[in-house]
């Protein structure tokens, strides 16, 4: 059954839907990448409310039920980040990505961003190539949370 999602900011009531497609996801995540930990595994009810209070939130929805997130932390005046970013396993590769990615464009541009960060792991080819194809390129490599993550980045004019 098919149906047409709409993206719009997150609520408070949107919560425990975005904590389950985090932990579904990020645990999958977690594993493919050879991670130790994952902060998002860990986030509690109040991490996300903090975080749909003080952040750009997105999700996308299909009647009713929220079928994917992200998030965006401005840096500043020019510069942000975002985080957990998640499609649930059974709605991916059906657009949402791409339509979550470019409602955070519309935002970057009209919040004058002109550098948006993400970190990913970079030994997942499939998400390196999601993120190549919107635009971004990695800008580096470390293992600092134990794990290869690419710092990847979108240049906006």
Same mark, same amino acid.
């Given at each position: 059954?098919?149906?047409?999602?709409?993206?719009?900011?997150?609520?408070?009531?949107?919560?425990?839907?975005?904590?389950?497609?985090?932990?579904?996801?990020?645990?999958?995540? &977690?594993?493919?990448? *050879?991670?130790?930990?994952?902060?998002?595994?860990?986030?509690?009810? !109040?991490?996300? #409310?903090?975080? $749909?209070?003080?952040?750009?939130?997105?999700?996308?929805?299909?009647?009713?039920?929220?079928?994917?997130?992200?998030?965006?932390?401005?840096?500043?005046?020019?510069?942000?980040?975002?985080?957990?970013?998640?499609?649930?396993?059974? &709605?991916?590769?059906? *657009?949402?990505?791409?339509?979550?990615?470019?409602?955070?464009?519309? !935002?970057?541009? #009209?919040?004058? $961003?002109?550098?948006?960060?993400?970190?990913?792991?970079?030994?997942?080819?499939?998400?390196?190539?999601?993120?190549?194809?919107?635009?971004?390129?990695?800008?580096?490599?470390?293992?600092?949370?134990?794990?290869?993550?690419?710092?990847?980045?979108?240049?906006?004019?």
């Amino acid at each position: 059954m098919d149906c047409t999602y709409t993206i719009r900011r997150a609520e408070i009531s949107d919560i425990y839907s975005i904590m389950r497609i985090i932990r579904s996801e990020f645990s999958k995540y &977690k594993e493919m990448a *050879g991670a130790k930990t994952v902060d998002a595994l860990s986030e509690t009810y !109040e991490d996300v #409310k903090s975080d $749909i209070q003080n952040k750009l939130v997105f999700v996308a929805e299909c009647d009713g039920e929220i079928l994917g997130s992200v998030r965006i932390e401005l840096l500043g005046s020019t510069e942000a980040i975002l985080t957990r970013f998640a499609v649930d396993t059974h &709605k991916q590769n059906s *657009g949402i990505g791409k339509a979550l990615i470019n409602v955070i464009d519309g !935002e970057m541009k #009209k919040n004058n $961003i002109k550098k948006l960060y993400l970190y990913t792991s970079s030994k997942l080819a499939p998400i390196i190539r999601f993120y190549y194809g919107r635009g971004f390129y990695i800008e580096s490599v470390s293992e600092i949370r134990g794990y290869l993550r690419a710092k990847l980045v979108k240049e906006y004019e």
